[in-house]
């Protein structure tokens, strides 16, 4: 049973450039988060995908957008690259319905650098 | 808005040893989940365990437990019997629980790097 993978592993962009980064849930997960982490933080939400909407959003500016697809993977996409922007962004994905719902499971992150 | 501390910038134990991690949160809310992940040098984030904030009983996964005092908000984690491939940042998280089914946005603390020594 594969867990949540993304893709890149690594990616180096400088200011001004887009990117887009892409997340694939576990197994039977329907639900899609994005965190930001910073070096030294702890990871920071994002946003939240169900159901091909946007469900929640933390506090984060409109460059950072998100797609889910009807097979529930999720991209992640920053406009307008900031230095600040530079960041391990992970995926975490969760079941709807009965049981451990609530319990998000993450990927290995992207690494991305801005220069 | 739900703010998740954890006062334990860096920890270091001996091998075998059982070590305590704190976290404390504050928020408004009655229904609510939190979590102990696990985030060792490959940065992969490990669920280590979970506890929702209406049961009293206390979380256990064979030697990882909390001690989860809800009056006090306060969500501790101890590890018995330390091992090597304990040595990680140990993150404290918080999530609202919700009517609506599907999970809601975890808020997470600064972490405390634990160090096992040999």
């Known amino acids: 049973d594969a867990g949540v993978t993304q893709s890149p592993t690594h990616l180096i962009k400088t200011r001004g450039q887009q990117v887009t980064l892409r997340c694939s849930p576990k197994?039977?997960?329907?639900?899609v988060s994005w965190y930001q982490q910073a070096l030294g933080q702890g990871p920071q939400f994002i946003f939240q995908y169900y159901e091909e909407e946007e469900r929640q959003r933390g506090n984060f500016p409109d460059r950072f957008s998100g797609h889910q697809f009807p097979n529930y993977s999720s991209e992640l996409n920053v406009n307008a690259l900031l230095l600040g922007d530079s960041a391990l962004y992970l995926c975490?994905?969760?079941?709807?319905?009965?049981?451990?719902?609530?319990?998000?499971?993450f990927g290995p992150g992207t690494r991305l650098t801005v220069l | 808005a739900q703010t998740v501390t954890q006062s334990q910038p860096e920890m270091s134990v001996q091998e075998a040893e059982t070590v305590t991690l704190s976290c404390t949160y504050d928020?408004?809310?009655?229904?609510?989940?939190l979590f102990w992940y696990k985030q060792p040098p490959s940065r992969q984030m490990i669920l280590v365990i979970r506890?929702?904030?209406?049961?009293?009983q206390n979380a256990t996964e064979n030697r990882f437990s909390v001690n989860f005092q809800k009056a006090a908000k306060s969500f501790s984690l101890k590890i018995s019997d330390s091992q090597l491939g304990d040595t990680a940042m140990y993150f404290c998280?918080?999530?609202?629980?919700?009517?609506?089914?599907?999970?809601?946005?975890?808020?997470f603390g600064k972490g405390t790097h634990l160090i096992i020594q040999p």
């Open positions: 928020t408004s809310e009655n229904n609510y989940y």
């Open positions: 975490a994905s969760s079941p709807t319905g009965a049981g451990h719902y609530h319990t998000q499971y």
């Open positions: 197994s039977g997960h329907d639900t």
């Open positions: 998280a918080f999530m609202k629980g919700d009517s609506g089914g599907g999970a809601d946005g975890l808020t």
């Open positions: 506890q929702e904030a209406y049961k009293q």
